[in-house]
């Protein structure tokens, strides 16, 4: 009986990191929900196509499916707020080329925008080894640093957007 325990546990463990790349994931949920809320309201939406990820896996409820959704729908907010930062980038370099004629005092915009973003991703960083450090390494570690930063970035992917929205 140990062998065969042995050998089922050997599967269970063997094939957790095959569960973890063979997720299917779908943004649908998580999209169609911010397209509808305004506001503070989005921050609802986060982490909608991660639970239907863990939802619609087999083994998605396990600790590696978990940490796997969630880790696939940051995937997708990371994404969303690089192209946030890329287009204000843009937008701020422009501004900034025509500030030096117009008004050469006035604050330049892509160092402060590069600066702002430094000091969150070593927030991000910070705020998320604090969530990681509640669980005392235990196994819910791995879904709470992915979901943390899922959150996090989620959040500053709404504060570039808005930075985006109200300039243009």
């Known amino acids: 009986m140990k062998i065969v325990w042995q050998v089922i546990a050997f599967a269970v463990i063997g094939a957790a990191p095959a569960l973890a790349q063979d997720l299917l994931f779908d943004d649908a949920a998580t999209r169609a929900c911010v397209a509808q809320a305004e506001g503070s309201a989005r921050m609802d939406c986060v982490g909608r196509s991660?639970?239907?990820c863990m939802t619609d896996n087999v083994g998605g409820d396990s600790t590696i499916g978990m940490g796997?959704?969630?880790?696939?729908e940051w995937e997708m907010w990371d994404a969303g707020l690089?192209?946030?930062?890329?287009?204000?980038?843009?937008?701020?370099?422009?501004?900034?080329?025509?500030a030096a004629v117009d008004s050469p005092?006035?604050?330049?915009?892509?160092?402060?925008?590069?600066?702002?973003?430094?000091?969150?991703?070593?927030?991000?960083?910070?705020?998320?080894?604090?969530?990681?450090a509640k669980w005392g390494?235990?196994?819910?570690?791995g879904p709470a640093s992915a979901q943390c930063r899922m959150l996090v970035t989620a959040e500053q992917t709404f504060v570039l957007r808005d930075g985006l929205a109200g300039l243009q």
């Open 137 to 141: 390494g235990g196994t819910g570690q």
């Open 82 to 98: 690089n192209a946030a930062y890329a287009d204000l980038l843009t937008l701020y370099t422009a501004n900034d080329a025509q």
């Open 50 to 52: 991660a639970e239907a």
């Open 68 to 72: 796997g959704c969630l880790s696939l």
């Open 105 to 132: 005092n006035a604050p330049k915009q892509v160092p402060a925008l590069r600066d702002m973003q430094r000091a969150w991703i070593g927030y991000r960083d910070a705020r998320c080894a604090f969530e990681v």
